[in-house]
């Protein structure tokens, strides 16, 4: 028997020694504060406790080392301290999907209960160990100090809960998910519950000659295996192009080591994972096709249809060579880009229950519930209105959460059984089994004439999109409309194709394939301004996009360009340091590309201190809830009432998928509306007079062009979001400071506004120096976390954020949408600053050295 102190009551122990701490805490006694983000790696962080008085973290925590323990959770904080750093964290913006902010918040009660006024670098130093993906740590560090003086001065921290536009109003759920109180996925628990896992093919190129499920079926605990012919209706899926198998059955070759060949579900997860070790496969295991060239050779075919997923490809401006052999100078290269895990720190984790008349639901952490209850009904042979899908806000995203992963699967499994199902992610199989950043090789020729003016642009684009589709036809069609970046270059030729080879997947990832084109395009001008003894700034200056300007793809744009209004807000920084590397930035905000874009919003009056909004977008720590809730209240007046915020398709209030920047942009505009209609009626009645009442605004989009039809005056997008960075490095080369200039048209919310920005940054430095995702063969080198190469808070910069406030004429009171474009600029500014520093040229990411 171990006996220890658990928050001030002594407790036994007597189970297995070798259960990690973690697993005791969350799955025996309901205390789910410490979150599980690396499948006890000890990677991350999340899961950090305290015992002793000292900081450790639970998942590497086996149960026979606490005998004679203290263990403080933040279920067992004092009440006070408790609510400082829970608000402290709240005000400063340190909470974005909030999913790792428990284990920040029980290392920062150590902290400051050893030193009650710790410096910057002492709070680095203390949260050395903790991993942010979202925020960028700059909030964190000025939460941890507005603890400490609260502390110290024994002063509250007041909260501003009913701000409307233009005020830093609090992150909706933002306390309860500092807390750990806000319930995720892997968080909720249902009567009667049972668990799914997968079985994962192990090679990327292998024909499945049988799936023997024998010995899984007789593992005590067990309740069923599944195999791909146990799905009722349609078996292959995909976000567009329906290509991706939820299931590989007997007869079919595995395109990549991610597809799944199996699932058990069984009396606990332990055992369901156990007993999918059990199933025992034969291969015929045959070569893989990893490089895009080969593959494009076709003579080994992924898939029937070819290698070749999609091309994008336009010509404008008149005779490319003549343009170039007119040009004062030319410059050329070849650039190449890795390949990169989103590594949000919440790993898929769906939960499928059953409803009345054969339905069910899903609970699901996806970017796109109508397009998951979609997929989902297929997967069923059900009709879909008898699927609902509700939205648990989850702990990231980043683009990585767009394609089914678990969801199918728990959905298949509960309708079989009748039974509540979760199935969940390890980080090694998350890793494993979502799709990717690109890698991308780039071949760019660029031109300008004796005045310094961009001539010419030939660009030849080529994507690694991995076994399937997911959204690389699309990646690689923005990719070909960025090409030039926040140029205007009169004369451009581009040619974008996506390729299918046995390397994991690849999709969405924020910036959607204009990272990658914009390190290649401003390395370019990098060394052109060279060439041409140009000063990089003024180049910049002189051939950034405007009114009047066109994009590559011929788009002449109107109102509401500030991307010469970045530059200027970044000026003095770059033109005082001494090795500092600038590059703009320009991202698409919504599909365009001739798709449509839409979303509802409805306004549900429940009481007269009570408001409900209905959408379908998601909420991964963005802050798409509070802008809604800003929004709402801006345009109504209405403070101190309850907003709570829903989204579920059983409301019928469609959004779309959470992607292209476009949540604030599309909601915003239709809930403007909808809060218009609830003004109106406000104006004879009060809210007690309107319960029940809903009111439904909508905003749509059906207007754009795809790139390369021979239309008289392109709409490639509807918006665009501009940005100029400068990084700035110390005179051991390392990043000292990053300045962001960003034009966010109307500014919502400042402090989120800055908190992605800052996060975006931090990641952008990542892909330029560290972050990689290895593959061999079509193998994972590493499955390990720590391996990624993810930026924890030691390598954070100063990040200096400027917000330039041009006000789109489309968008909700002039605001455009932020989320990716914070680090489409910094990759390539980080690598310009390199060469200022050592005078060399860098034409792959990442660089691999330390940020700082």
Not at 799 to 821: C, F, N, Q, S, T
Request: with cysteine; proline share 4%; charged share 25%.
């Amino acid at each position: 028997m171990i006996q220890f102190t658990l928050n001030g009551k002594p407790t036994n122990f007597r189970g297995d020694e070798n259960l990690s701490l973690l697993k005791w805490l969350r799955q025996g006694q309901g205390i789910l504060s410490p979150k599980d983000g690396c499948s006890g790696q000890g990677a991350c962080g999340a899961c950090l406790i305290e015992i002793d008085s000292n900081p450790a973290l639970s998942c590497r925590t086996p149960m026979k080392k606490l005998n004679g323990s203290n263990i403080i959770t933040i279920e067992g904080f004092d009440p006070e301290l408790k609510d400082t750093l829970a608000k402290a964290f709240v005000k400063k913006g340190a909470v974005q999907c909030g999913f790792c902010t428990p284990g920040f918040l029980s290392r920062t009660k150590i902290l400051l209960e050893k030193n009650s006024c710790p410096g910057r670098g002492e709070i680095k130093k203390a949260l050395g160990a903790n991993l942010c993906r979202c925020t960028g740590y700059a909030k964190i560090i000025e939460a941890v100090i507005l603890a400490a003086k609260s502390l110290r001065n024994k002063t509250g921290i007041d909260l501003d809960d009913n701000g409307g536009v233009g005020t830093s109003r609090s992150k909706h759920d933002a306390y309860k998910t500092a807390l750990g109180e806000r319930r995720f996925i892997d968080d909720m628990r249902f009567p009667g519950m049972v668990y799914g896992a997968l079985r994962f093919s192990d090679h990327p190129r292998a024909k499945i000659l049988c799936i023997n499920t024998l010995k899984a079926k007789q593992l005590p605990g067990v309740i069923r295996v599944f195999t791909g012919g146990d799905i009722p209706g349609d078996r292959i899926t995909g976000v567009i192009r329906q290509d991706w198998p939820v299931m590989v059955v007997e007869g079919e070759t595995t395109r990549f080591i991610g597809d799944v060949l199996a699932g058990v579900v069984a009396k606990d997860e332990t055992t369901a994972r156990k007993a999918c070790r059990l199933i025992d496969i034969e291969y015929e295991v045959l070569e893989p096709v990893i490089d895009p060239f080969e593959a494009l050779k076709d003579k080994i075919k992924i898939h029937d249809t070819g290698n070749l997923l999609e091309v994008t490809e336009f010509s404008r401006g008149g005779d490319l060579e003549k343009a170039f052999q007119a040009s004062a100078h030319v410059v050329s290269a070849q650039y190449r880009t890795q390949l990169v895990e989103h590594a949000f720190l919440e790993t898929e984790t769906a939960i499928a229950k059953p409803l009345g008349n054969n339905g069910i639901r899903v609970y699901t952490q996806s970017q796109g519930i109508y397009e998951d209850r979609h997929a989902i009904a297929n997967l069923l042979g059900l009709p879909i209105e008898q699927v609902v899908v509700t939205l648990v806000p989850c702990g990231g995203a980043f683009g990585g959460k767009e394609d089914l992963t678990v969801q199918g699967h728990a959905a298949v499994f509960s309708h079989h059984l009748n039974q509540v199902v979760k199935v969940g992610l390890s980080r090694e199989e998350s890793i494993r089994m979502h799709v990717k950043r690109h890698p991308f090789i780039m071949d760019y020729k660029l031109g300008c004439d004796k005045n310094g003016m961009l001539t010419a642009l030939k660009a030849r684009i080529t994507g690694d999109t991995g076994a399937y589709a997911s959204l690389g036809g699309e990646v690689l069609n923005r990719a070909a409309g960025h090409a030039s970046g926040g140029y205007h270059v009169p004369v451009v030729d581009v040619v974008s194709r996506a390729v299918y080879t046995n390397n994991l997947p690849a999709g969405a990832m924020r910036g959607f394939g204009v990272n990658q084109v914009t390190f290649a395009m401003e390395s370019m001008v990098d060394e052109l301004c060279e060439k041409a003894g140009t000063d990089p700034w003024q180049f910049r200056y002189d051939n950034a996009l405007q009114k009047g300007s066109m994009t590559a793809t011929g788009q002449v744009l109107g109102d509401g360009v500030g991307l010469r209004q970045c530059l200027l807000a970044v000026k003095d920084e770059y033109d005082s340091a001494r090795y500092a590397g600038i590059a703009l930035g320009i991202k698409n905000i919504g599909f365009g590309n001739g798709m449509i874009d839409e979303s509802e919003a409805v306004i549900e009056v429940v009481s007269d201190k009570k408001l409900i909004i209905h959408h379908g977008w998601t909420e991964m720590g963005q802050g798409i809830d509070t802008i809604a809730k800003q929004i709402l209240s801006d345009v109504t007046g209405l403070n101190n009432v309850e907003i709570e915020v829903v989204s579920s398709t059983d409301s019928q209030v469609v959004g779309g998928t959470t992607t292209a920047s476009r949540g604030t942009f599309l909601l915003g505009n239709s809930l403007l509306k909808a809060a218009g209609k609830l003004k109106h009626a406000l104006k004879n009645s009060d809210l007690s007079q309107l319960v029940k009442k809903k009111y439904k605004g909508q905003w749509r989009c059906d207007w754009t062009t795809e790139p390369g039809r021979d239309v008289e005056n392109p709409m490639t997008h509807f918006a665009y979001g501009y940005a100029a960075q400068v990084v700035c490095l110390d005179d051991k080369g390392r990043v000292d400071k990053v300045v962001a200039a960003h034009d966010a048209g109307r500014v919502i919310n400042p402090n989120m506004f800055e908190g992605q920005i800052q996060g975006a940054v931090m990641m952008g430095l990542g892909y330029a120096f560290t972050e990689k995702l290895t593959l061999d063969q079509g193998y994972l080198k590493s499955s390990k976390m720590v391996k990624l190469g993810i930026p924890k808070i030691k390598s954070m910069p100063d990040i200096i954020v400027k917000a330039v406030e041009v006000r789109d004429p489309m968008g909700p009171l002039g605001a455009k949408g932020v989320g990716e474009i914070g680090l489409v600029p910094t990759a390539p500014a980080a690598v310009n600053a390199l060469y200022k520093f050592d005078r060399k040229r860098r034409y792959e990411l990442p660089v691999g050295q330390r940020i700082r």
